[in-house]
């Protein structure tokens, strides 16, 4: 990436739309959480590389679990499905960060609210296209108003490299708990760790007291 790169933020980090929801982490005096460094740029980074994914008539996200209706959506579907904007920063646990993004896609509020979120239902594992891979997640932190399923990105379809067609969004969470290539949302009863919990990483993964990893 190069300052040429429409992607590249040089300078003070641009001001929201009118028309976004504003995630509360953007309205703090120092935006940049403890031990982490602004970029200009937007780092690529993940487990196994790109994964193949299926075109785009193939596409299928799947929400089931401890829901009322479990359902499935194409990519059609799901991008005629109601429309929000979030103005948000982005912190990964490699210790970067890149302020004032703005995804556009489907608030995750929606998605699961139109299944019917089963009173057991405390938390989520989101599923992605790359080899079984998987993340876990308070329900509560993925109802969040700033979470969401996006493929937009400043404007512009998100790439492959960074989770497109669609990716998961929860701001206020360490990166990784927004999962790239989403193909499932999953509720359950109790926490489940996932690929990179699995590994050591912290169940939640707060940027703010640097839940990085596990202490157990």
């Known amino acids: 990436m190069t300052v040429d790169d429409p992607k590249y933020q040089p300078g003070e980090p641009p001001a929201p739309p009118a028309d976004a929801i504003i995630s509360p982490d953007t309205r703090r005096d120092n935006r940049i959480p403890p031990g982490q460094s602004r970029t200009p740029k937007w780092p690529v980074l993940d487990a196994f590389g790109t994964p193949r994914l299926p075109p785009a008539d193939r596409w299928k996200l799947k929400i089931f679990g401890l829901v009322e209706r479990p359902y499935d959506l194409s990519l059609a579907e799901f991008q005629a499905l109601p429309r929000v904007k979030v103005f948000a920063d982005f912190h990964c646990v490699t210790r970067w960060s890149r302020l ?20 057991q239902a405390k938390y989520v594992v989101c599923h992605g296209y790359d080899n079984g ?34 990716r998961g969004m929860v701001p206020q969470l360490y ?16 926490d489940q760790a996932g690929y990179w919990e699995r590994g050591g990483y912290h169940m939640r993964g707060d940027p703010w007291v640097e839940e990085r990893f596990r202490d157990d």
């Open 100 to 119: 004032s993004n703005v995804w556009e896609g489907v608030s995750t509020r929606y998605l699961l609210e139109r299944a019917g979120i089963l009173p």
């Open 133 to 166: 891979w998987t993340t876990n997640l308070p329900l509560s932190d993925f109802l969040a108003e700033d979470a969401l399923l996006t493929d937009l990105h400043d404007g512009q379809p998100i790439a492959p490299d960074h989770g497109g067609p669609v």
């Open 175 to 190: 990166a990784w708990k927004s999962a790239k290539w989403i193909c499932g949302i999953e509720l359950l009863p109790h």
